[in-house]
């Protein structure tokens, strides 16, 4: 998995900076170290440029608007997506991705509502991003209550809800949900019908 999200993320063009996140940190850029992380994640976002990382410790960031990300960087968790979580409190779309090679790795996506929006968890206009080993739960919009764009790998989507179709999906490419089951579907009951929990490619 590494060594290909490496080549999908180009990496080895510049020097990669990594920028903290901690609910506990004392928020001195440029977040450095846990101890002088970011309390948002925006702001460490905010300061990155291509080929960046972005580090989430463990905790639950609620945000006061979408997270929004539009050069090529990594949005990295831990390796169990549980522990480190970004909530929109049932308000806010969580994250906003330009259709640029960014990498969302490692994090619950939970309770975004993207309104008469789509996307409610994530949304991108293209298919270009990453969504890796993620969790996107409680998510809601007209289209793709949980995910609206991007690529989704090795991911669940659970318990997400749309207006007009694809509870768990829309307009995403799925990958490996065919022959492994890498990304889980369950729940994503839609107005429509439950046939429409995915309304996307999948591979």
């Known amino acids: 998995m590494v060594g290909w999200l490496a080549v999908f993320f180009g990496y080895g063009s510049m020097a990669e900076t990594v920028y903290h996140v901690s609910a506990a940190g004392t928020h001195v850029a440029p977040f450095a170290s846990l101890e002088t992380g970011a309390t948002n994640v925006q702001a460490a976002v905010n300061l990155t440029r291509d080929g960046d990382t972005v580090?989430?410790?463990?905790?639950?960031?609620?945000?006061?608007?979408a997270i929004t990300i539009t050069n090529e960087i990594r949005l990295?968790?831990?390796?169990?997506a549980a522990l480190s979580i970004v909530d929109g409190g049932d308000v806010n779309r969580c994250l906003f991705l330009s259709d640029v090679s960014c990498v969302i790795e490692g994090i619950t996506i939970r309770n975004g509502n993207?309104?008469?929006?789509d996307g409610g968890g994530v949304y991108c206009p293209g298919t270009t991003p990453m969504i890796?080993?993620?969790?996107?739960?409680?998510?809601?919009?007209e289209y793709g209550g949980g995910v609206y764009g991007c690529q989704v790998v090795q991911s669940t989507l659970e318990d997400n809800y749309a207006v007009s179709a694809g509870g768990g999906?829309?307009?995403?490419?799925?990958?490996?949900?065919l022959a492994v089951s890498y990304t889980h579907?369950?729940?994503?009951e839609?107005?429509?019908?439950?046939?429409?929990?995915v309304f996307c490619l999948k591979r």
């Open 185 to 188: 579907l369950r729940a994503h």
């Open 132 to 141: 890796s080993n993620c969790v996107v739960r409680g998510s809601s919009a």
């Open 76 to 80: 990295v968790g831990q390796s169990n």
């Open 55 to 65: 580090q989430l410790a463990p905790g639950i960031y609620s945000i006061p608007s």
């Open 169 to 177: 999906a829309s307009a995403s490419l799925l990958r490996g949900c």
């Open 114 to 117: 993207a309104g008469a929006g």
């Open 190 to 197: 839609t107005v429509v019908r439950i046939s429409y929990a």
